[in-house]
């Protein structure tokens, strides 16, 4: 079983950063990519960010120059730094994994969430 437990969620003004963070636990043998989603109310599910193992990023077009994913391999944690936040940003946001467990299965899992909120 693998567990994604996610931080640093929080309400802030426009303009303003926050930093989060999501650390896998459990029976990893390895983690392929990790990204963070996002939904709001009324909306779907989107992707914001995702980055490999291989430190390959991708990000949606709404955050490219604002928000940038990093992780740390040697934790499986990955972070997503956001600077210059909107309102449009508000939402929760879900840390998501492509994991092989010790038994070599594979799968996505997904954290809990984190709720950002951006207003002034």
């Known amino acids: 079983q693998v567990q994604l437990v996610e931080s640093g969620g929080n309400l802030v003004h426009p303009g303003g950063s926050l930093r989060l963070a999501c650390a896998a636990s459990?029976?990893?043998?390895?983690?392929?990519?990790m990204g963070w989603y996002r939904q709001a109310p009324g909306k779907q599910r989107e992707l914001v960010a995702a980055?490999?193992?291989?430190?390959?990023?991708t990000y949606t077009d709404s955050v490219k120059g604002r928000f940038t994913i990093s992780r740390d391999n040697g934790k499986n944690t990955v972070y997503l730094q956001m600077n210059s936040l909107k309102p449009e940003d508000t939402a929760v946001y879900y840390c998501?994994?492509?994991?092989?467990?010790?038994?070599?299965?594979?799968?996505?899992?997904w954290g809990q969430g984190t709720q950002v909120t951006v207003s002034s």
């Open positions: 998501n994994a492509f994991v092989t467990v010790v038994a070599r299965s594979s799968m996505r899992y």
């Open positions: 459990g029976s990893i043998f390895s983690i392929n990519e």
């Open positions: 980055v490999t193992s291989g430190g390959s990023t």
